[in-house]
């Protein structure tokens, strides 16, 4: 009989010890479910991080229409302005057009950091300044300019842009609209080259 009560209590330790690896197990995995969303999060969470590199050529992954009003892009934009591209908008979704906003509005921390990337990108303050404005003079600080994409929505917007004000201001960026509001009843004013030949540029 004193041979059976060893037995019983390594039994009954065995049962504990595969409960408590089972119970480890569980752990061990809810901790690495945690980590890999975690890590999913992170990688999803550095992509804005892109955005700026490609943004002054329009190829912005962002995917904001006219009408977003929770975009701060969209939202803080000059209000005749964002009134313009809704009208174009409405009227360009019946030619099968859809405009959408690859920049809008930018703090002056994210023009600062754009205006430090195309440094580093094209070389030089005098190059990038061809393609980025400071955070004092761009016009998308003060929310007075739009990159519109993709292509078919800029063409659309040459042909017809005027006739809501849209005009564009540089020949080397066919996405960059401003309000012209004289354009409705003129035409748009001659495009600068490209922005260093912009007054405004120079203050
Ligand atoms: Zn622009």
Redesign the pocket.
């Known amino acids: 009989m004193i041979y059976r009560q060893p037995a019983r209590s390594t039994t009954r330790g065995i049962r504990i010890r595969r409960s408590r690896i089972a119970a480890l197990l569980l752990v061990v995995a809810a901790i690495a479910a945690a980590l890999g969303y975690q890590s999913l999060r992170s990688s999803t969470a550095a992509s804005p991080t892109d955005v700026p590199r490609s943004d ?1 050529r329009g190829l912005h992954p962002q995917r904001a229409t006219v009408f977003d009003d929770e975009t701060p892009g969209v939202a803080n934009l000059d209000s005749d302005l964002i009134g313009a591209l809704r009208e174009a908008a409405t009227d360009a979704a019946r030619d099968g057009v859809e405009f959408l906003v690859n ?1 809008g509005w930018r703090s002056p921390e994210h023009q600062e950091q754009l205006l430090r990337e195309a440094v580093s990108e094209y070389g030089s303050e005098e190059e990038a300044a061809r393609w980025v404005a400071t955070a004092d003079t761009s016009p ?1 600080v003060s929310g007075d ?1 739009v ?1 519109i994409g993709p292509s078919d929505a800029t063409a659309w917007l040459s042909e017809h842009g005027a006739e809501y004000g849209l005009c564009q201001i540089y020949g080397n ?1 066919p ?2 609209y401003e309000l012209r509001p004289e354009a409705i009843d003129h035409a748009c004013p001659p495009m600068y080259a490209d922005p260093t030949h912009d007054p405004r540029m120079r203050e």
């Open positions: 002054h920049s998308h300019a990159d960026e996405w960059h």
